[in-house]
């Protein structure tokens, strides 16, 4: 079989913890390989997929790597194994697995698993991918593949940015993956905001993530950020099927009701997100406006959209030493 990134009971057992009944090879294996193709091959691309499974003796900049990526695929496994590990399957039908002197875990203690489970698989894969992006540099593989280049140049590329933009997304990469179209679509939104040319110009810098922006430009890429997170949620919600916790996933059961949003929760979000965007359009443009030369921002200051800011009117006396002294 081929090699994937976690290859032994033991490598497994390591990583998950607390394990205390037998566990074997040939009933896991073949939900560690699920997971790293449903999972981890998708957000690291297959060519350096194939460099780290080739690795005899790891280098320093792919051990911490392996590390986090290994966290992810255990918990990626156990997700994916949850639902069949509480039967027992044959030619005689499906029946629930119930071992001499233990009893079958509850629907809310199954719901519990499931939930921290998820939550720590996101977790390791975002964390993984957060590290790739600062050590870029170091895995020429990765930055050569699709799976990188395809988030490359976008406003925002990755769950960290998104969450920076939309605190409400809190790191999932799970809820970025479903939404990211969505922001990738509205990016027409923030082009008609910049204009053509200064979208075009800053896309192009974000393309390569050697390049570093000064204050200003930070500035910038925060603000329009922002709108264009909030302004693409309000798009997506309606299609988004989110429950209270912001997870993509809901269901209702007699134990834990998890349903979708009631209407009038989407509303207050949908109204929230309208204006948060708005503001921070407003923010944008102002700043813009304020910034603005020949030197800083020219595809802006050249723009029809510039507008130099007005000075407004003194309401107190100016402040200079001709003013003559008096006693109110």
């Not at 009944?21 to 939900?31: G, L, Q, R």
């Not at 990626?76 to 697995?97: C, H, K, N, R």
């Not at 929760?265 to 921070?280: E, F, H, Q, T, W």
């Not at 006396?317 to 003559?324: E, I």
């Amino acid at each position: 079989m081929t090699k994937m990134l976690i290859n032994s009971m033991e490598e497994l057992k390591a990583i998950l913890g607390g394990i205390q009944k037998a566990m074997y090879w040939a009933t896991w294996e073949s939900y560690v390989r699920q997971a790293e193709m449903k999972y981890i091959i998708p957000a690291i691309g297959q060519e350096l997929y194939d460099e780290l499974t080739a690795v005899t003796e790891p280098t320093n900049a792919q051990k911490p790597l392996l590390t986090r990526l290994k966290n992810a695929v255990a918990y990626f496994a156990y997700m994916e194994a949850l639902p069949f590990l509480v039967t027992q399957t044959g030619d005689a039908g499906i029946v629930m697995s119930t071992p001499p002197n233990t009893a079958n875990i509850s629907k809310w203690m199954y719901v519990v698993i499931n939930k921290e489970v998820s939550a720590k698989s996101d977790f390791w894969l975002e964390d993984s991918l957060q590290w790739l992006e600062n050590h870029a540099a170091l895995f020429v593989t990765w930055t050569a593949s699709e799976a990188y280049t395809i988030n490359q140049g976008r406003f925002i590329s990755s769950a960290t940015q998104l969450t920076t933009a939309f605190p409400a997304a809190k790191n999932s990469r799970r809820l970025f993956l479903e939404f990211r179209q969505y922001l990738f679509n509205e990016e027409d939104f923030l082009q008609t905001v910049l204009g053509s040319d200064f979208f075009e110009s800053l896309q192009t810098r974000l393309t390569n993530p050697a390049n570093v922006f000064t204050p200003k430009e930070s500035t910038v890429l925060r603000l329009g950020r922002k709108a264009l997170a909030h302004h693409a949620f309000m798009k997506a919600l309606p299609y988004l099927n989110l429950n209270v916790d912001y997870r993509i996933v809901s269901e209702t059961d007699g134990i834990v009701n998890e349903d979708e949003l009631p209407d009038s929760r989407l509303n207050m979000i949908l109204a929230d997100c309208r204006k948060v965007s708005g503001d921070a359009v407003a923010e944008l443009t102002k700043y813009l406006n304020a910034n603005a030369s020949s030197l800083i921002f020219p595809e802006w200051f050249n723009s029809e959209r510039y507008r130099p800011p007005v000075a407004l009117p003194m309401e107190r006396f100016p402040n200079t030493s001709t003013n003559p002294f008096f006693v109110l």
